[in-house]
Nanobody, 120 residues
Framework: EVQLTESGGGSVQPGGSLTLSCASS????????MGWFRQRAGEEREEVAS???????KYADSVKGRFTISRDNTKNILYLQMSRLKFTDTARYFC??????????????WGQGTQVTVSS
């Protein structure tokens, strides 16, 4: 089992920046995929970004060029650096992990999420 704990959410003005963190603990794997999802109120969840241990990185079109996903393997922390934030980025952001690959990320382990609110 893998435990995931997100942090770093908060309120920010449009155009601002925020960095989310996801600390992982528990069982370790040689291969895995980790990523970030978000869910706006009343909407379906959306995959934002993912990366796996083979170096494959993927971003949703809506965040390309603004968000960067990265991982510190020494600390077991996944990051999501968000810049040029928009009102539409307001959502609860979740960290996910799956040892079978990124295609299974939405049914893997999930954290509790952290709220990001973009408002003026």
């Amino acid at each position: 089992e893998v435990q995931l704990t997100e942090s770093g959410g908060g309120s920010v003005q449009p155009g601002g920046s925020l960095t989310l963190s996801c600390a992982s603990s528990g069982q370790t794997y040689l291969f895995y995929c980790m990523g970030w999802f978000r869910q706006r109120a009343g909407e379906e969840r959306e995959e934002v970004a993912s990366l796996d241990t083979e170096g494959s990185v993927k971003y949703a079109d809506s965040v390309k060029g603004r968000f960067t996903i990265s991982r510190d393997n020494t600390k077991n922390i996944l990051y999501l650096q968000m810049s040029r934030l928009k009102f539409t980025d307001t959502a609860r952001y979740f960290c996910a992990h799956d040892s079978r690959g990124c295609r299974y990320l939405d049914v893997g382990y999930w954290g509790q999420g952290t709220q990001v609110t973009v408002s003026s």
